[in-house]
């Protein structure tokens, strides 16, 4: 199977600045994307930002722009560096490995997921 770690959470200031780092560890041959997501107290989990192993990166409009997501492929670790941090950002922030071969470059037929780290943006 597939681990992921994450780690990097807290409490910050508006306006401050957070770094989370995420390792996949286990029966990996290869990880299509890795990402990461979050849910707010009361809101549905969302996508914030996603990296193909091509380097293609995505971001949720709300924090493109002051986000920065960046993937190792070799080490199968991605963090985001999260700049400018406002209030709505508080959340638990869960890391995902998707599109992930195994042994023999088998498919897990399902994503993976951390357990999740707390950021809280408050004064």
């Known amino acids: 199977q597939v681990q992921l770690v994450e780690s990097g959470g807290g409490l910050v200031q508006p306006g401050g600045s957070l770094r989370l780092s995420c390792a996949a560890s286990?029966?990996?041959?290869?990880?299509?994307?890795m990402g990461w997501y979050r849910q707010a107290p009361g809101k549905e989990r969302e996508l914030v930002a996603r990296?193909?192993?091509?380097?293609?990166?995505n971001y949720v409009d709300s924090v493109r722009g002051r986000f920065t997501a960046s993937r190792d492929k070799a080490k199968n670790t991605v963090s985001l560096q999260m700049n400018s941090l406002k209030p709505d950002a508080t959340a638990v922030y869960y890391c995902?490995?998707?599109?992930?071969?195994?042994?023999?470059?088998?498919?897990?037929?399902?994503?993976?997921w951390g357990q999740g780290t707390q950021v809280t943006v408050s004064s």
């Open positions: 995902t490995a998707h599109g992930v071969l195994g042994p023999g470059m088998v498919a897990y037929e399902a994503d993976f």
């Open positions: 990296v193909t192993n091509d380097g293609t990166t």
């Open positions: 286990g029966n990996i041959f290869s990880i299509y994307g």
